[in-house]
């Protein structure tokens, strides 16, 4: 027993933070990889931070899916688990408006480190991954990792990077300012991704409209 009193931490100062759900349930992941796979045939790609990889055209509104059912029902999905979270954490915000993207790489295809700037939130639903496959690397970027502290301990408060463990079919929600990456992987298959970037909006607005 420690000999100081009231040796407590109120509370964990300017935490960041990644949400997760599993998906399979509500919408088909194999429906989804179909889809996939039909943008992927009529789409030739652009380049942005995929290395070795493609990265398809943005989709800015869900009428760009209507023609694929169940990536339409999968972006559904995203705005509503968003919004679920942004009102379970008392936020006064809702989602305004989303893009998305899809990502497909090979074993040495990557991502180079990047944020999504003014983003408010970044989602993440992987459609395939082979075994033994790396995902995204979130880092840590602020003044605390010029200090002993960072990464004294296994923790992921004190933590330099952390990075989830894949599971298809889970959608990963993390802040849009946060640096990450997607480390190339050494197994056979692909690699597929749909990303969103999601812009939220305080409740006002709604009620106003």
């Known amino acids: 027993m420690s000999k100081f009193k009231n040796n407590l931490i109120d509370t964990n100062l300017f935490p960041s933070f990644i949400v997760s759900?599993?998906?399979r349930s509500l919408v088909s992941n194999d429906s989804i990889n179909s889809d996939f796979s039909n943008i992927r045939d009529d789409d030739s790609?652009?380049?942005k931070t995929n290395v070795g990889g493609w990265h398809s055209q943005l989709y800015h509104e869900t009428d760009k899916f209507s023609k694929y059912p169940h990536l339409h029902k999968l972006y559904n999905l995203t705005i509503e688990f968003v919004d679920e979270f942004l009102e379970t954490n008392n936020t006064e915000l809702y989602v305004n408006r989303?893009?998305?993207?899809?990502l497909e790489n090979e074993s040495d295809?990557?991502?180079t480190m990047h944020n999504h700037g003014k983003t408010d939130l970044i989602a993440v639903y992987y459609v395939a991954a082979p075994k033994e496959c790396n995902g995204i690397t979130l880092l840590r970027t602020?003044?605390?990792?010029?200090?002993?502290?960072?990464g004294s301990n296994n923790s992921s408060e004190f933590a330099t990077s952390y990075t989830p463990e894949i599971n298809i079919g889970r959608l990963y929600v993390i802040p849009g300012h946060i640096y990450h990456h997607v480390k190339p992987f050494g197994s056979s298959?692909?690699?597929r991704s749909v990303v969103f970037n999601i812009?939220?909006?305080h409740v006002f607005?709604?009620?106003?409209?």
């Open 199 to 201: 812009h939220c909006q």
């Open 98 to 102: 989303a893009s998305s993207w899809l």
């Open 109 to 111: 295809a990557y991502n």
């Open 189 to 191: 298959g692909l690699r």
């Open 21 to 23: 759900t599993d998906l």
């Open 45 to 47: 790609g652009i380049s």
């Open 205 to 209: 607005h709604r009620q106003s409209e």
């Open 142 to 150: 602020d003044a605390f990792t010029h200090t002993a502290l960072c």
